[in-house]
Nanobody, 122 residues
Framework: QVQLVESGGDLVQAGGSLRLSCAAS????????VGWFRQAPGKEREFVAH???????GYADFVKCRFTISRDNAKNTVHLQMNSLKPEDTAIYSC????????????????WGKGTQVTVAS
């Protein structure tokens, strides 16, 4: 089991940037696919981005060219750099890890963090 802790969420103005971090303990995160998901009030949790243990990445259409997912293996951490933030990006962002076949599917991930709040003001 991998323990995951997210950080970096904050209140930011539209057009601003944030970098979220997903720090792992218990196991080496580089062995797993890591995904970022978000859940806005009153909405279902949705896929944002993923990075496989090979380094291959994928993104939801609504964040392409604005968000970048990356690994820092030395720190056992995965980051989500978010640029050009919009009010509709407001949500709780959570990371998840697992031996994943379908990276956009919540059911693919075994371990989840508790999330970090991102609020984008207009």
């Amino acid at each position: 089991q991998v323990q995951l802790v997210e950080s970096g969420g904050d209140l930011v103005q539209a057009g601003g940037s944030l970098r979220l971090s997903c720090a792992a303990s218990g196991r080496t995160l580089s062995s797993y696919t890591v995904g970022w998901f978000r859940q806005a009030p009153g909405k279902e949790r949705e896929f944002v981005a993923h990075i496989r243990n090979s380094g291959l990445t994928g993104y939801a259409d609504f964040v392409k060219c604005r968000f970048t997912i990356s690994r820092d293996n030395a720190k056992n951490t995965v980051h989500l750099q978010m640029n050009s933030l919009k009010p509709e990006d407001t949500a709780i962002y959570s990371c998840a890890a697992g031996s994943v076949v379908i990276p956009a599917s919540l059911k693919s991930y075994a371990d989840w963090g508790k999330g970090t709040q991102v609020t984008v003001a207009s």
